[in-house]
């Protein structure tokens, strides 16, 4: 089985920073990409951001220039660095990962189980 773990969500105030990291575990063979989606109250889950295996990555325009995606492969983790959070960013913050285990051929997404991320004064 594959686990997806986040981490460093909670309450802000606006112009604050959070980092959420989410570290994945398993049967893991190989990671592909890895992402952030947020979901808010009656909205559609968006990305977020994402960043592949070699190290590219690609942010919803909403955040570029506030939110930095990374990640560190020894450690199967990825990282959300969220600076200058708006009220508007609040949301259910969720891990993706496209990973390839030795359970099933090619690759498979998983989820984390989503951590609550609010900004407000």
């Known amino acids: 089985q594959v686990q997806l773990v986040e981490s460093g969500g909670g309450l802000v105030q606006p112009g604050g920073s959070l980092r959420l990291s989410c570290a994945a575990s398993?049967?893991?063979?190989?990671?592909?990409?890895m992402g952030w989606y947020r979901q808010a109250p009656g909205k559609q889950r968006e990305l977020v951001a994402a960043i592949m295996s070699g190290g590219s990555t690609n942010a919803a325009d909403s955040v570029k220039g506030r939110f930095t995606i990374a990640r560190d492969n020894a450690k199967n983790t990825v990282y959300l660095q969220m600076n200058s959070l708006k009220p508007e960013d609040t949301a259910i913050y969720f891990c993706?990962?496209?990973?390839?285990?030795?359970?099933?051929?090619?690759?498979?997404?998983?989820w984390g189980q989503g951590t609550q991320v609010t900004v407000s004064s």
């Open positions: 993706n990962a496209k990973i390839v285990t030795s359970l099933r051929p090619g690759s498979t997404d998983y």
């Open positions: 398993g049967s893991i063979l190989m990671i592909y990409t």
